[in-house]
Nanobody, 120 residues
């Protein structure tokens, strides 16, 4: 059994910062890519950032230079540091972890989502 729990969302003013966390627990052999997605009301879920097991990172153009993704493998946790937040960053943020519970299988596990609201 694998559990993925997110934390860190909330209400922040324009230009402010928030840090999201996403921690996995349970039976874990390895974790590959760790990603953050977001979904705004009436819009499709979009990829925000990814960090590979080799610590390579990729960002959506809309967040480059403002958001930083990082991971702590000892804690099975991925973070998203969000700076200079804008109202258009308002969305529910989800993490997705590529987890192998054993060396014979691998699945994607999603967090429950955390609301980020940026006021103007």
């Amino acid at each position: 059994q694998v559990q993925v729990v997110e934390s860190g969302g909330g209400l922040v003013q324009f230009g402010g910062s928030l840090r999201l966390s996403c921690a996995a627990s349970g039976t874990i052999y390895t974790i590959g890519d760790m990603s953050w997605y977001r979904q705004a009301p009436g819009k499709q879920r979009e990829l925000v950032a990814t960090i590979t097991s080799g610590n390579n990172t990729n960002y959506a153009d809309s967040v480059k230079g403002r958001f930083t993704i990082s991971r702590d493998n000892a804690k099975n946790t991925v973070y998203l540091q969000m700076n200079r937040l804008k109202p258009e960053d308002t969305a529910v943020y989800y993490c997705k972890l590529q987890i192998a519970p054993s060396r014979f299988s691998e699945n994607n596990y999603w967090g429950q989502g955390t609301q980020v609201t940026v006021s103007s």
